[in-house]
């Protein structure tokens, strides 16, 4: 089984600022992907960032970095100088590889606020 | 690259008819997602292909719910008969292999349904 838990239904964060989104995980798979999303409320999924469960490295790109903590099972996003267009729903998601064969979940969300 | 393509993008009905949804993934990829969002909540599995043989299903309301991927490209969902409790974003995604490696998943449009 897997289970995907965002805690903070929704965040606020100042333009310029970072701001970092929870994610915690749950699963039996040795080998499995970590994904974060972002919809906006015209409703496309985006994909943002991924990280492998055996990267020894954190995954950055752009703005974005994966703050992954194996040992915890966590996730979490952290977006680094927010702009306005940040604001909308992020979605933590995971896939394992082994047992579970690429089923993939997704947790609730965090709806993020950028104010100017 | 065409992405994913859905249809309708909009669908209303009354309760106890029954409805049909169309997603035609990116060309050459293997894997077909389907998935139910309830406005406020994260994109729950419905069923997983992988070409047309099918990966999980566990979260398919099997007693009105059917899809179907013939030769592996194109998938039908159906719900036969709608309630009211169906009234979601019905997504559709598709990568390559997934449980094999990471493969960035890539969502269509949606199809809003909903049920009066």
């Known amino acids: 089984a897997q289970k995907i838990t965002q805690t903070q239904p929704g965040m606020f964060v100042q333009e310029k600022e970072a701001v970092t989104l929870d994610c915690t995980y749950d699963?039996?798979?040795?080998?499995?992907?970590l994904f974060w999303y972002k919809q906006p409320s015209s409703g496309e999924m985006i994909f943002l960032i991924y990280?492998?469960?055996?990267?020894?490295q954190n995954a950055t790109e752009g703005r974005y970095s994966l703050n992954f903590q194996k040992a915890r099972k966590s996730a979490n996003l952290v977006i680094s100088a927010s702009q306005l267009g940040d604001s909308a729903m992020y979605f933590c998601a995971m896939r394992g590889f082994n047992t579970n064969a690429g089923k993939s979940t997704f947790g609730d969300g965090t709806t993020l606020t950028v104010k100017p | 690259e065409a992405g994913v393509a859905q249809s309708p993008r909009y669908k209303i009905i009354e309760k106890r008819q029954s409805v049909a949804f169309w997603c035609n993934p990116i060309s050459g990829h293997a894997t077909l997602y389907w998935y139910q969002q309830i406005l406020g909540q994260g994109p729950k599995l419905l069923i997983q292909?992988?070409?047309?043989?099918?990966?999980?299903d566990s979260q398919l309301p099997k007693d009105r719910f059917s899809a179907e991927r013939l030769k592996g490209v194109d998938s039908t969902l159906k719900i036969q008969p709608a309630k009211l409790e169906d009234s979601a974003v019905y997504l559709c995604?598709?990568?390559?292999?997934?449980?094999?490696?990471?493969?960035?998943?890539?969502f269509g449009p949606g199809t809003r349904l909903t049920v009066l």
């Open positions: 990280q492998g469960s055996y990267d020894q």
């Open positions: 995604a598709s990568s390559g292999e997934a449980a094999s490696s990471y493969n960035e998943q890539f």
């Open positions: 699963t039996s798979d040795p080998s499995y992907g």
């Open positions: 292909f992988q070409n047309n043989g099918v990966v999980d």
